[in-house]
């Protein structure tokens, strides 16, 4: 598939930002066709409703970074540069190379809060917002990336959207708790591009919080 201008210039800015991350512009490398497990699941059989509060949920970073915030993962599937975008994300972010690193640090995450919930350990809410929405982030970006099945990436969105529903209560109480994650941390700019990014969102008439509300009944049904 041939990439137009845009298309091009984004990838060499991508490049260009991992090069610096890495330092001495080495790539470790990235794996880029990982085998996966079979899996049966597609998108007809998710409710329509589920998969945009997914989108809802991680609507704030995919707009930050530029990403379409109406895509589970913020690309279409078919859309090559958004597979080689999340995996240099990982590489650069979150020093994930491979599918292997991605779920180990899936399960860590997951593992953290299932302990917090089972136990009622006492956490911040933000930080809580901070971990179950940043679950939802990764594993939608690892379905893109081509680390995790559709299923496996449905299946941890899943978990972690029922659990932000008992954190909080609406779209506005999880912005201002990831903002605030964000803000402790990341750094202070980034946090205030977020506020920003989510009060923009909220003047959108696309905005994917304004088409489902945060109380949806999340229902598994593939």
């Not at 379905?143 to 506005?172: C, H, M, P």
Request: with cysteine; hydrophobic share 40%.
């Amino acid at each position: 598939m041939r990439m137009n201008r845009h298309m091009q210039g984004l990838m060499i800015l991508v490049l260009g930002h991992f090069f610096d991350r890495a330092g001495g512009g080495t790539l470790r490398n990235i794996e880029r066709h990982p085998r996966l497990p079979e899996d049966n699941v597609s998108w007809r059989d998710v409710d329509a409703s589920l998969r945009e509060w997914f989108c809802a949920a991680s609507a704030i970073n995919r707009k930050a970074n530029r990403w379409n915030v109406h895509k589970f993962g913020g690309f279409a599937k078919w859309n090559p540069l958004g597979g080689e975008l999340s995996r240099m994300m990982f590489a650069s972010s979150w020093n994930i190379f491979s599918r292997r690193e991605l779920i180990e640090t899936i399960q860590d995450m997951s593992e953290q809060m299932r302990d917090v919930f089972a136990t009622q350990k006492k956490m911040p809410k933000y930080v809580m917002v901070w971990q179950l929405q940043r679950l939802i982030q990764i594993s939608s970006s690892g379905y893109i990336a081509g680390y995790l099945t559709l299923g496996e990436a449905l299946n941890t969105s899943f978990v972690a959207g029922k659990r932000l529903q008992q954190v909080v209560s609406s779209w506005d109480e999880l912005a201002e708790g990831y903002v605030t994650a964000y803000n402790e941390f990341m750094d202070e700019e980034g946090a205030k591009l977020r506020a920003d990014v989510y009060q923009e969102l909220k003047q959108d008439a696309s905005n994917p919080c304004a088409l489902v509300p945060f109380d949806l009944e999340l229902r598994k049904t593939w």
